[in-house]
């Protein structure tokens, strides 16, 4: 069934039977027809940049689903459902969801997966305080993993910003040697 969360409604969650559940999330139709031309295609090069349009609208779905992580209602972790042949063309993506405590499956795995993430949560609700202390110690390391993500963004940006002024000032000094600021 659908659950409304802070953020949000989700398609469907597992019922962990204490007042939280799994987001479980699937909202990718239009991977179909990049499949579709995918499979039909022989050339390589259409090949890779279908491949890489699939990886692109799937990790910003990553980003999306994670609005449904450790809310009241939902634990640290969700499912993101994909068509099937979207693993047959990149299964590196069940690492990139990884990362981000997104599990990311087929439709024919969405059970498996969503038992499994049961049995890790009553496991470590079973195991009491140490169980909530490992929770919040891989919450914290899931956030300095994002602080990290952001300052290396920040430290690209600043890199481009500074090449930029460089290319700038040796382009004015050009400029000044070669006499073309000088008043007529």
Same mark, same amino acid.
């Given at each position: /069934?659908?659950?409304?969360?802070? &953020? ?20 990718? @139709? ?28 799937? $990790?910003?779905? %990553?980003?999306?689903?994670? $609005? ?9 972790? /969700?499912?993101?459902?994909? @068509? !099937? ?7 590196? #993506? ?7 405590? +997104?599990?990311? /499956?087929?439709?024919?795995? +969405? ?13 470590? $609700? ?7 202390? %490992?929770?919040?110690?891989? #919450? ?25 002024? !460089?290319?700038?000032?040796? &382009? ?7 006499? %073309?600021?000088?008043?007529?």
């Amino acid at each position: /069934c659908n659950l409304k969360t802070d &953020n949000g409604e989700v398609e469907f969650a597992w019922n962990l039977e204490d007042g939280k559940y799994i987001p479980i999330d699937s909202k990718l @139709p239009d991977v179909f027809e990049l499949i579709d031309r995918y499979n039909s295609s022989e050339d390589l090069e259409e090949q890779k940049a279908l491949k890489k349009e699939v990886v692109e609208k799937v $990790k910003k779905e %990553i980003r999306n689903v994670q $609005k449904y992580q450790n809310l009241p209602n939902t634990i640290d972790r /969700c499912v993101l459902v994909v @068509p !099937d042949g979207v693993l047959d063309i990149a299964p590196e #993506l069940i690492g990139m969801g990884r990362e981000s405590n +997104v599990y990311i /499956c087929g439709y024919r795995d +969405v059970l498996h997966i969503a038992h499994m993430l049961n049995e890790q949560y009553m496991y470590l $609700k079973r195991q009491g305080d140490i169980g909530r202390y %490992i929770q919040t110690i891989n #919450l914290l390391y899931q956030t300095l993993d994002k602080i990290t993500k952001k300052i290396e963004a920040i430290n690209k940006g600043i890199e481009i910003i500074r090449n930029a002024s !460089d290319e700038i000032t040796h &382009n004015i000094k050009s400029a000044q040697r070669e006499g %073309i600021n000088k008043p007529l």
